[in-house]
C-alpha cells in the first residue's frame, strides 16, 4: 500500500471515532461542547492517533480497540494547546490558522474545555473499557501510562519548564528534557499503548519506547526548523515567532544545520529501533521520513 | 463511637493518604508540585472523600481499598476551586482564609495546577486500580462513575451553567440543574463509588444515590445560608459575596425561612433513605445533621 493512501484511511478513522465519541447535549450548558468541538476538529494531524494505530497494526488487526485511546490522546493533546494559547500561557491568538479558543469564546469558557477535553479523555478511555474484550488489567495498565504521560511528571510538566525555566535550559541535554516531556511524553505513550493492546512482548515494547522517543525528538527538532525556514501560509502561523519570543530552541542553540543534522540522526535512529518488526513496519518508517518532510 | 471521634478519624485517614498519594518530585517543574500542596493542604472539609468511607463503611471494613478514589475525589475538587477562583472566572483573591492559587503562585501556574490536580486524580486510581485486590472491571466501573460526575454532563458542567447562564436560573428546577451539576455530582460519585467498591447491591446503590443526591443540595443550601448570615471569620471569607455577585441562590429566590425548611426537609430525606441500612448508618445520619449545623 501507498503511504500517503495509508495515512489518509488512518486519519479518516481517526476523525470519524473522535466525532463517534465526542458526546455532547443541546442542554444549559451546550456552549462548552461548541468550545470543546471547535478547538477538537480545527484541522489537526491526528499524529498521535495515528502513531498509535501504525504501532498497534504491527500486532493486531483489531484496531478498533485502541480507537477510544486513540481519542484520547488526541483531546488530551488538544486541550494542552488550548491551555497553553492562554493569555497567562503564551497568549496566543492564532492556532492553525484561526482565532484561538479563547479568542473565539472567551478565556473563562476556553479554560473550561480544556478542562472538559482532559476529562473526557478519561470518561471515554473508561466508559470504553468496559465494552472491549481486552483483559481489563491490560485496560487499567495502558490508561495508567497515559496518565502518566499527560501529568506533573510528563506533558504537564514540561509546559511548566518551557512557562517559568528559561533560565534552567543551559544546555542540549536541558532542552532534551524540556522536549522529552513538553511533546515526547505523549508521544511516547500512543506509540506504547498501541503495541501493549496489540499484544506486544516486554522487548517489543522497548523498540517501540525507542523508536517513539527518537520520532518525537525529531519531530520537535522539525517544529524549531520549520520556525525559522517555513512558510507562514502552510503553518498557519507566523514563521520567527520563537526568535521573537526569545525562545531556546534546537536551532538557537546548536545553530540551524547541526539542527538538521540532529534531526536526521534521531530519524533513522528511529527507523533503526523498528528493525525487529522487519516488513511489518513499513508505514512507521515512512510515517517517520514524512514526519521531518512535512511543511506543516 | 462519638461522631467527633469517627469524623476526625475519617479525615486524619484522608490527610494521611492524601500526603502518602501526592507524588513529588524535586525536579525543574518543582514549582507545580508547591502550586497543587499549597491548595490541596489548604484545610479543607474533606467532605467527598469522607462521604465515600462513610458509605465504604456500611458494607466493608477493607477501607484501604478505596482511598486512592477517595483521594482522587479531593484532589478533582480542589483543582475545580483553583480553576474557578481565577480572574477570567470568579476572580476571587482568597479562599479559605488565604491568598487563592494565582494570587500566590500566578495565573499560569495555577492554570497548570488545576490541570496538574485533576490528572493527579486518574494518574492516583489507574495505578493503585493494578495493586488493589477488587475485580478490575469493577474498579474500571468506579473510575468511570467519577470521570463522568466531574465532566460537562456533571461538575463542569455545573460550573459552565453558573458563569454564563444565570440569566436561564429562572426558578427552583433551574437552580436545582445548577447544584445537582456543579456540586451534586461528585458528592454523588463520592458516595456511590464508596458502596460499589464496598459490594452494595443495585437497591442498595439506589438508596446511596438518593442519600447523596438530598444531603447534596441540603449542603448548597447551607452554603447560601451562610453567606447571608454566616460568621466572616469561620467561613474564611467575606459574607454577603452572593448578594453582591447577583448570584442567584435558594436564600434569593425562595428567601431565608423558606430555604431553611427546604434545607431540613432534604435533610431529612437523605436521613430517611439510610433507612435501609439500619444501625449500619448511625454516622451517616449523624454528619447529615452535623452538616447543614456547620458554621464554615
Known amino acids: 500500500m501507498n503511504f500517503e493512501l495509508w495515512l489518509n ?11 463517534d465519541n465526542f458526546t455532547k447535549n443541546d442542554n444549559k450548558q451546550k456552549i462548552i461542547y461548541e468550545s470543546m468541538e471547535y478547538s477538537l476538529f480545527a484541522g489537526g494531524k491526528r499524529l498521535r492517533p495515528v502513531i498509535m494505530l501504525g504501532v498497534n497494526e504491527i500486532f493486531s488487526k483489531n484496531y478498533k480497540n485502541v480507537l477510544p485511546f486513540a481519542c484520547a490522546m488526541e483531546m ?6 488550548v491551555h497553553d494559547d492562554l493569555p497567562a500561557m503564551d497568549d496566543d491568538d492564532y492556532r492553525r490558522g484561526r482565532l484561538s479558543n479563547h479568542k473565539k469564546f472567551g478565556e473563562a469558557t476556553a479554560i473550561l474545555a480544556g478542562d472538559g477535553l482532559l476529562n473526557m479523555a478519561f470518561e471515554i478511555m473508561l466508559r470504553e ?98 520556525d525559522v525556514e517555513g512558510n507562514a501560509e502552510k503553518l498557519g502561523k507566523p514563521i520567527g515567532s520563537d526568535e521573537g519570543n526569545n525562545k531556546k530552541t534546537y536551532v538557537s542553540m546548536i545553530g540551524l544545520e547541526e539542527a538538521k543534522k540532529l534531526q536526521e540522526k534521531l530519524t533513522n535512529e528511529a527507523i533503526e529501533s523498528l528493525s525487529i518488526f522487519g516488513d511489518k513496519s513499513i508505514m512507521l518508517i515512512e510515517m517517520c521520513k514524512y514526519l521531518v518532510k512535512r511543511e506543516n
Open 9 to 19: 484511511n488512518k486519519v479518516e478513522i481517526v476523525e470519524k471515532a473522535l466525532k
Open 76 to 81: 488530551i493533546h488538544t486541550y494542552s494547546l
Open 129 to 226: 473499557s468496559l465494552k472491549i474484550d481486552i483483559d481489563k488489567e491490560l485496560l487499567i495498565k495502558a490508561m495508567s501510562i497515559i496518565a502518566d504521560s499527560s501529568g506533573t511528571e510528563g506533558m504537564i510538566g514540561g509546559q511548566v519548564v518551557d512557562m517559568f525555566c528559561e533560565e534552567s535550559i543551559n544546555d542540549i541535554s536541558d532542552l532534551e528534557y524540556l522536549q522529552k516531556h513538553k511533546t515526547g511524553a505523549i508521544i511516547r505513550s500512543s506509540a506504547v499503548v498501541g503495541g501493549l493492546l496489540g499484544g506486544a512482548t516486554d522487548i517489543e515494547l522497548k523498540a517501540i519506547e525507542k523508536f517513539a522517543d527518537n520520532l518525537g525528538s525529531a519531530f520537535q527538532i522539525q517544529d524549531d526548523i520549520l
